[in-house]
């Protein structure tokens, strides 16, 4: 039977969450201020989780979905908010994580208008701007999008066999069932060229879907990437490295997609649910495509990290600089610098940049990019930033800013502790994940490091992701 609850807040994936009785309760679809009929479906010790039956009383926050297929695809939670509610809800998702996991104090400035970092340089007096004047942390408000639409450049998706033959799409929420798509709202448009095309192509050429449960099968997945001048890679992930009449198959999608200007094989032998394999080679065309952020030009290549979204990348990246606030005469070191999009957008206004990424193609992409934007002043290190971070401080190497912007799962205690024993004046941390900056954040706090400012940014619309940029300043300077 459906149990009336009220919906007080949204979880980290963006459910809404109420109580029944001293239970809490998530419900997916819910949002906050809502009265809502939800069936419980999983009852824990501590939770219970409700599948949305009826929302009896509306969040005026709440619109309909714009895409036909959200109701079922994971790949989006927030479709049915409104996009300046979710820009609000991301900075308080910065802010619970802060003060719950970081144990920080909020500086509550909103009475002041200062609603970014760039407000706040032009706030007259405020308190803000140097690390000397107060313990709290600024989280300012989210920095959105004008036009949050088509902004993904990166597209993934899985490749299976429905009723009516081959289907590629995305993941069903909350599980492996595929839904086949012929267009995503919120990837650039050259992405569904592609989705479509090798559809159309791999029936024609009956290439048979890899089945996860069987482990049979060719097709894996299908990877875009679109550069910034409309140039277009394929990615092909297959099950074997044997790919039977190869050439005709590229010359048929080629024939389809005419624009194309990389076409590539990614062999992914491995029995688990990560998309890449470790090989891959070209079958037609260039090993990379560009993209254009901030006037720098990159070269990317399949496996290389590169942000999902450009002109939010811009937006991080510019807020980065800022908050590192380098003055000509500072040697910065970039962990987890990838392609070395943020090392090189430092290395502009630095005496030099040195990063470190354990993915030797991304750093081979980092030399390149370095190379082409006439950029000297730049070297890149191929390894593992736990091991390659020390040993550059036992050779020597100090830098005054500390640049970092690792994956989900945050920085290892031994970098942080390294960053510390450098000694660096500011550590600017770029995150994908507050859970984890907030935890990172605590640990440098021990280790004699105080943030100041937090700035959220929306890199990803319409889902419950949200990145943060954080500056963070060495006490002893203060």
Same mark, same amino acid.
């Given at each position: 039977?459906?149990?009336?609850?009220?919906?007080?807040?949204?979880?980290?994936?963006?459910?809404?969450?109420?109580?029944?009785? $001293?239970?809490?309760?998530?419900? $997916?679809?819910?949002?906050?201020?809502?009265?809502?009929?939800?069936?419980?479906?999983?009852?824990?010790?501590?939770?219970?989780?409700?599948?949305?039956?009826?929302?009896?009383?509306?969040?005026?926050?709440?619109?309909?979905?714009?895409?036909?297929?959200?109701?079922?695809?994971?790949?989006?939670?927030?479709?049915?908010?409104?996009?300046?509610?979710?820009?609000?809800?991301?900075?308080?998702?910065?802010?619970?994580?802060?003060?719950?996991?970081?144990?920080?104090?909020?500086?509550?400035?909103?009475?002041?208008?200062?609603?970014?970092?760039?407000?706040?340089?032009?706030?007259?007096?405020?308190?803000?701007?140097?690390?000397?004047?107060?313990?709290?942390?600024?989280?300012?408000?989210?920095?959105?999008?004008?036009?949050?639409?088509?902004?993904?450049?990166?597209?993934?998706?899985?490749?299976?066999?429905?009723?009516?033959?081959?289907?590629?799409?995305?993941?069903?929420?909350?599980?492996?069932?595929?839904?086949?798509?012929?267009?995503?709202?919120?990837?650039?448009?050259?992405?569904?060229?592609?989705?479509?095309?090798?559809?159309?192509?791999? $029936?024609?050429?009956?290439?048979?879907?890899?089945?996860?449960?069987?482990?049979?099968?060719?097709?894996?997945?299908?990877?875009?990437?679109?550069?910034?001048?409309?140039?277009?890679?394929?990615?092909?992930?297959?099950?074997?490295?044997?790919?039977?009449?190869?050439?005709?198959?590229?010359?048929?999608?080629?024939?389809?997609?005419?624009?194309?200007?990389?076409?590539?094989?990614?062999?992914?032998?491995?029995?688990?649910?990560?998309?890449?394999?470790?090989?891959?080679?070209?079958?037609?065309?260039?090993?990379?495509?560009?993209?254009?952020?901030?006037?720098?030009?990159?070269?990317?290549?399949?496996?290389?990290?590169?942000?999902?979204?450009?002109?939010?990348?811009?937006?991080?990246?510019?807020?980065?600089?800022?908050?590192?606030?380098?003055?000509?005469?500072?040697?910065?070191?970039?962990?987890?610098?990838?392609?070395?999009?943020?090392?090189?957008?430092?290395?502009?206004?630095?005496?030099?940049?040195?990063?470190?990424?354990?993915?030797?193609?991304?750093?081979?992409?980092?030399?390149?990019?370095?190379?082409?934007?006439?950029?000297?002043?730049?070297?890149?290190?191929?390894?593992?930033?736990?091991?390659?971070?020390?040993?550059?401080?036992?050779?020597?190497?100090?830098?005054?800013?500390?640049?970092?912007?690792?994956?989900?799962?945050?920085?290892?205690?031994?970098?942080?502790?390294?960053?510390?024993?450098?000694?660096? $004046?500011?550590?600017?941390?770029?995150?994908?994940?507050?859970?984890?900056?907030?935890?990172?954040?605590?640990?440098?706090?021990?280790?004699?490091?105080?943030?100041?400012?937090?700035?959220?940014?929306?890199?990803?619309?319409?889902?419950?992701?949200?990145?943060?940029?954080?500056?963070?300043?060495?006490?002893?300077?203060?």
């Amino acid at each position: 039977m459906p149990q009336a609850i009220k919906i007080h807040g949204l979880g980290s994936s963006g459910e809404g969450v109420g109580k029944l009785g $001293e239970l809490i309760i998530f419900v $997916e679809g819910a949002l906050p201020g809502e009265d809502v009929l939800a069936e419980i479906e999983t009852r824990k010790k501590n939770y219970a989780v409700g599948r949305l039956v009826e929302v009896v009383k509306p969040s005026p926050e709440r619109v309909a979905p714009f895409c036909p297929l959200y109701q079922n695809c994971g790949g989006c939670q927030l479709q049915h908010m409104s996009y300046p509610a979710q820009l609000k809800w991301k900075r308080q998702q910065v802010v619970d994580a802060i003060e719950r996991i970081g144990k920080f104090e909020i500086v509550r400035s909103e009475e002041l208008g200062i609603r970014s970092y760039d407000d706040a340089k032009t706030t007259p007096n405020s308190y803000l701007l140097t690390p000397n004047c107060n313990d709290g942390v600024e989280v300012f408000a989210t920095l959105g999008m004008e036009n949050p639409l088509r902004y993904r450049n990166k597209m993934q998706f899985p490749v299976g066999r429905g009723k009516g033959g081959l289907i590629v799409g995305c993941y069903a929420r909350g599980s492996h069932k595929i839904i086949d798509a012929s267009s995503c709202p919120i990837q650039n448009a050259g992405n569904d060229k592609i989705l479509n095309a090798v559809r159309t192509v791999a $029936e024609k050429f009956k290439l048979q879907p890899y089945d996860e449960d069987t482990h049979k099968g060719f097709l894996r997945h299908v990877m875009g990437r679109v550069g910034s001048g409309g140039e277009l890679m394929i990615v092909l992930v297959t099950a074997s490295s044997n790919f039977p009449n190869a050439k005709n198959f590229v010359r048929a999608l080629r024939n389809e997609l005419p624009e194309v200007t990389s076409i590539q094989q990614n062999v992914q032998t491995f029995r688990n649910n990560v998309i890449l394999g470790r090989d891959t080679k070209v079958l037609y065309g260039k090993p990379t495509i560009r993209d254009t952020i901030g006037g720098l030009k990159f070269n990317i290549s399949a496996r290389s990290f590169f942000q999902v979204n450009t002109a939010q990348a811009e937006v991080l990246y510019k807020t980065a600089l800022d908050f590192a606030n380098l003055r000509g005469n500072e040697t910065v070191i970039d962990a987890y610098c990838g392609t070395g999009t943020i090392g090189l957008f430092m290395a502009r206004k630095a005496r030099k940049v040195i990063g470190v990424e354990v993915v030797s193609s991304a750093v081979a992409d980092a030399i390149k990019n370095a190379r082409e934007n006439k950029i000297r002043n730049a070297e890149f290190i191929t390894g593992d930033a736990v091991k390659i971070l020390p040993r550059l401080f036992d050779a020597g190497t100090y830098a005054e800013v500390v640049v970092v912007d690792p994956p989900r799962a945050g920085c290892d205690g031994k970098v942080l502790e390294t960053f510390a024993a450098m000694e660096p $004046e500011k550590i600017v941390y770029v995150s994908c994940n507050p859970a984890t900056l907030a935890r990172d954040l605590k640990i440098l706090d021990g280790l004699g490091y105080r943030t100041k400012k937090i700035q959220p940014v929306d890199m990803f619309p319409f889902t419950s992701h949200v990145e943060a940029v954080a500056q963070i300043f060495k006490q002893a300077s203060r």
